[in-house]
Nanobody
Framework: QVQLVESGGGLVQAGGSLGLSCAAS????????LGWFRQAPGKEREFVAA????????HYADFVKGRFAISRDNAKGTMYLQMISLKPEDTAVYSC?????????????????????WGQGTQVTVSS
């Protein structure tokens, strides 16, 4: 079983940048496909970005393409989400998720039920 802890959230002005990290412990990160999701007040959790276990395939939600970048460093047991050109509508609790997978796997998962493990989330607030 893997434990996930997000960090890096905070308050930023519109147009600014922020970087999130998701640190994993308990198991080797290379055997997990990973993803970022977010949930704004009063809204359902939505997909943001995903990266396959191998790191060879990445997928983004349309609303973040060109602004967010997902990456992973298996040696450090950490996944990242770099965010630029932030907008007030990006305000949400951002959570990372993991799903057991082959380390050579090239599949990305884009819906919450596909993931087995979740972090507690980190708040991102973008002021206008």
């Amino acid at each position: 079983q893997v434990q996930l802890v997000e960090s890096g959230g905070g308050l930023v002005q519109a147009g600014g940048s922020l970087g999130l990290s998701c640190a994993a412990s308990g198991r080797t990160l290379s055997t997990y496909a990973l993803g970022w999701f977010r949930q704004a007040p009063g809204k359902e959790r939505e997909f943001v970005a995903a990266i396959s276990a191998s790191g060879g395939r990445i997928h983004y939600a349309d609303f973040v393409k060109g602004r967010f970048a997902i990456s992973r460093d298996n040696a450090k047991g950490t996944m990242y989400l770099q965010m630029i050109s932030l907008k007030p509508e990006d305000t949400a609790v951002y959570s990372c998720a993991a799903r057991s997978a082959s380390s050579s796997g090239n599949i990305v998962y884009t819906t919450p039920p596909m993931y087995n493990y979740w972090g507690q989330g980190t708040q991102v607030t973008v002021s206008s």
